[in-house]
Each structure stands twice: as structure tokens, then as C-alpha cells.
């Protein structure tokens, strides 16, 4: 399962989310993985069931980039060096890939747990024996 969010609590608050913005902007900034070229959901661990197969379902330029990302971070994380600020992510490049991807398993997920559990019922029969 997903972490809690206070995502749609925030959004919904105009003057929390003014205030929000620029320290989410900070803390995004302050966090380093867009400096070594990174985006948001390639810190995403690979442990979960869920996010292995939501990585088999990316479509094949997106998970070469994404080995080419993590490759490149290991590289400068070994050299002890930051990329250049052409090559680093810029806020406008840092969305989410993998995140909907997920999501929408789990709501599959959730949604076959639902229908197995489900029980059905004849009415014509608790009819016939009332």
C-alpha cells in the first residue's frame, strides 16, 4: 500500500497551500537527488511486489531512462560528485512516471480482493424457502 498523503488536505486549503508551496519547493531541493539527475520516483525501492510489476508495465524508453538515471547517480555517488547544472533534473522535468502506475495496481489490486470476497446469493431461492 501507498504512504498516507496530506496531499488532497493541503490542496484544498488555499492559504495552506501558499504556505506549503515554497517549503515543499525547499525540500525538494534541500533532499539532492535532482542534483544528481534523479527524479522523484526512481527513489521509489524496488522491494514491493507492486512496484516490481508496476516497473514491467512502463513503457520501454521510460525504464531505459530511468536504469540510465540510477546508473548515473551510482557513478556520481561513487566519484563523490554532483553533475553539471545543464545535466542536473529541473523542477519542470521531475514529474511522475511511476506513482499513477502503482496506484492503479493497487486499485486493481483492491479490486480483485473485493470481487473474491464477494458472496453471492440466488433471491429466487430465499424466496421459495420463506
Not at 551510482?74 to 545543464?86: E, I, M, N, V
Amino acid at each position: 500500500m501507498s504512504a498516507p498523503s496530506l496531499a488532497n488536505f493541503i490542496i484544498k486549503r488555499p492559504w495552506l497551500n501558499r504556505w506549503m508551496t515554497p517549503l515543499a519547493s525547499w525540500y525538494q531541493d534541500a533532499a539532492g537527488y535532482r542534483k544528481l539527475g534523479l527524479k522523484a520516483d526512481d527513489l521509489i525501492p524496488e522491494e514491493n511486489d507492486t512496484v516490481l510489476l508496476a516497473l514491467k508495465r512502463l513503457p520501454p524508453k521510460e525504464a531505459y531512462d530511468r536504469v540510465f538515471r540510477l546508473r548515473r547517480a551510482f557513478q556520481c555517488s561513487l566519484a563523490h560528485q554532483l553533475l553539471p547544472k545543464d545535466q542536473q533534473t529541473k523542477p519542470e522535468e521531475d514529474y511522475l512516471y511511476l506513482s499513477p502506475i502503482i496506484k492503479a495496481i493497487e486499485a486493481e489490486a483492491q479490486e480483485r480482493d473485493d470481487l473474491e470476497s464477494m458472496t453471492v446469493s440466488n433471491k429466487s431461492s430465499k424466496q421459495r424457502s420463506s
